[in-house]
Nanobody, 116 residues
């Protein structure tokens, strides 16, 4: 059974940093893509960043480019999202997802709140 467990969310002031983690278990993901998404209150879930588990191309939403960095540790089977220079508009529930062609597996989400 595949499990994705996010952690690292919290409350931070604008301009601060957080690092989210997503621990994956249940299968090997070597050929999969992994991504971070977020959903703010009253808004649709949106793409934040993605990379491949094997360490290929990374892509970022324009709104986070230059501030957020996605990375993965294959030994720990964990994906990270380093978030710097946070803004109040980054406030959302952040989800990690893994998939091959489609986003097959999702975590439960972790809340990030950025105060102004």
């Amino acid at each position: 059974q595949v499990q994705l467990v996010e952690s690292g969310g919290g409350l931070v002031q604008a301009g601060g940093s957080l690092r989210l983690s997503c621990a994956a278990s249940g299968r090997t993901f070597s050929s999969y893509a992994v991504g971070w998404f977020r959903q703010a209150p009253g808004k649709e879930r949106e793409f934040v960043a993605t990379t491949t588990w094997s360490g290929g191309n990374t892509n970022y939403a324009d709104s986070v480019k230059g501030r957020f960095t996605i990375s993965r540790d294959k030994v720990k089977n964990t994906v990270y999202l380093q978030m710097n220079r946070l803004k109040p508009e980054d406030t959302a529930v952040y989800y990690c997802a893994v998939g091959s062609g489609t986003w097959d597996y999702w975590g439960q989400g972790t809340q990030v709140t950025v105060s102004s």
